[in-house]
T-cell receptor, first 113, second 113 residues
Framework: DTAVSQTPKYLVTQMGNDKSIKCEQN?????MYWYKQDSKKFLKIMFSYNNKELIINETVPNRFSPKSPDKAHLNLHINSLELGDSAVYFCASSQEASGRDQYFGPGTRLTVT | LAKTTQPISMDSYEGQEVNITCSHN???????ITWYQQFPSQGPRFIIQ???TKVTNEVASLFIPADRKSSTLSLPRVSLSDTAVYYCLVGEWYGGSQGNLIFGKGTKLSVKP
C-alpha cells in the first residue's frame, strides 16, 4: 500500500494552460505539504495544510493554489502555467504540524512547453 | 530555517562506514535536525532526527555535539543501494514561518563496489 501517492506522475502541457496535481495519503497524518524541486535540485516548500487550514504559505505566485477536500488529500492547482513552472512537485505528509518526520510521494514531473 | 552547509559529494566503498557532516551555525533553540535520503526520480525519505547528543535507529546514527552547531550522519557498512543524495534539514516549522524552507543541494553519496 502506497503511503503518499500523487497523480499524474508525468505532466506535459503548454504555457497558459491550467492543470492540477492530486495527492493522497493513507497514513492518517494531520499535515500535508507541497514541495517544488527545480532543475538545480533545490527542494523548496510551497504550502502545508493542517486540519484543512493553511499554516505555511510560502511566497509562491498566486497562480498556485492548494486545495484540501479532506485531511487525506491535498491537491495543487496551477493556473496560467509558465515555462519556469517546469519542475518536479512532491507531496508529503507528517503527523505533526512541525514538519518533522515527513513522508514524501513519488513526485510529479511537470514540463511546460 | 537555519542555513545548513554540507559537502556536495562523497565517495565510499561497500562495507565502509560513511560519515556526512552538516554545519548549522545559526541553529535555534527549538530547532530539530533531520536527515533525508533521496534516490533519483523519487521523493525524499526520512532517515533520522535528533535534538542533541546521539540518536540511533535501524538505518543510521546521528551525532550532535553539545553546541549543536553541526551534526554528523553515520551510515554503517554502506552498500551500493545507499548511493543517493542526503539532505540535512534544521528547523522548527510550526508557527507559520515565512522563511525559506529549502532543503538545499544535499550531499551526493556514491558507493562503489
Amino acid at each position: 500500500d502506497t503511503a503518499v501517492s500523487q497523480t499524474p506522475k508525468y505532466l506535459v502541457t503548454q504555457m497558459g494552460n491550467d492543470k492540477s496535481i492530486k495527492c493522497e495519503q493513507n497514513l492518517g497524518h494531520d499535515t500535508m505539504y507541497w514541495y517544488k524541486q527545480d532543475s538545480k535540485k533545490f527542494l523548496k516548500i510551497m504550502f502545508s495544510y493542517n486540519n484543512k487550514e493553511l499554516i505555511i504559505n510560502e511566497t509562491v505566485p498566486n497562480r498556485f493554489s492548494p486545495k484540501s477536500p479532506d485531511k487525506a488529500h491535498l491537491n495543487l492547482h496551477i493556473n496560467s502555467l509558465e515555462l519556469g513552472d517546469s519542475a518536479v512537485y512532491f507531496c508529503a505528509s507528517s503527523q505533526e504540524a512541525s514538519g518533522r518526520d515527513q513522508y514524501f510521494g513519488p513526485g510529479t514531473r511537470l514540463t511546460v512547453t | 530555517l537555519a542555513k545548513t552547509t554540507q559537502p556536495i559529494s562523497m565517495d565510499s566503498y561497500e562495507g565502509q562506514e560513511v560519515n556526512i557532516t552538516c554545519s548549522h551555525n545559526n541553529i535555534a533553540t527549538n530547532d530539530y535536525i533531520t536527515w533525508y535520503q533521496q534516490f533519483p526520480s523519487q521523493g525524499p525519505r526520512f532517515i533520522i532526527q535528533g535534538y542533541k547528543t546521539k540518536v540511533t535507529n535501524e538505518v543510521a546514527s546521528l551525532f550532535i555535539p553539545a553546541d549543536r552547531k553541526s551534526s554528523t550522519l553515520s551510515l554503517p557498512r554502506v552498500s551500493l543501494s545507499d548511493t543517493a543524495v542526503y539532505y540535512c534539514l534544521v528547523g522548527e516549522w510550526y508557527g507559520g514561518s515565512q522563511g525559506n524552507l529549502i532543503f538545499g543541494k544535499g550531499t551526493k553519496l556514491s558507493v562503489k563496489p
